[in-house]
């Protein structure tokens, strides 16, 4: 990815700029992280381990952004804004709390649904009980084990600007009906939401009763609460 990154700072007429690789789930192979440490130290590059479950480079200087992103061999977390920013997963599998080992969902959401572009920006988490490591009520869509080792789903969480807690879609749910669900409610948001509205909004406007029926039509399921 050729000199992609963030302006950061102008101090003194001085651009300073950050990239944030892509690290699926927050999991990192240890050879990929002793490649980071070493390019960020290459070109002084200050490291930030982020809420996201990234790491984030910056400091950096523009005219040394292709050369960085060439030696790190990564692809960057975030090309369109209005999308899935992000899937966080939190370490369900050798956790001992855990009542389904949530990874490998994770990382299936994480594989085909990150990038996918959306009327806002939109963030999922995905958690292997009901303490929800990954702050699942506060993301857009997330994926809550519950004390019976089946899941369930929640939507329109929010951390930012306008914060909002989210609201439960439907409990009981088995890996391949969470997986269809999150796909219908995705798909469900293109069409209906206005260009720039968070998928909370969206819901606030539309009702969470009307959202529910909807999705759950769609998607062939119950609604159990
Ligand atoms: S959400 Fe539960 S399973 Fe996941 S890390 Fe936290 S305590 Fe462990």
Redesign the pocket.
Known sequence: MSGYGNLQKIRDGKRTFAITPHIPGGFVLPETLIKIAEVAKKYKGVLKLTSGQRILITNLKQEDLESIWEELGMEPAVRVQNSVKNVEI???NY?K???YPTIGLGMKLSKNFHGMELPCRTKIGV????????SVYSKDVGVI?DLDGKMFVTVGGSAGYNPRSSDIVTKGLNEKEVFNLIKVIFDYYNEEAYAGEKLGEFIDRVSIEKFREDVLEKANLKLIL
Request: charge should be positive; glycine fraction near 6%.
């Open positions: 939190c370490p369900a956790c709390r855990s009542k958690a292997g009980c009901k303490n929800a490591c990954t084990t």
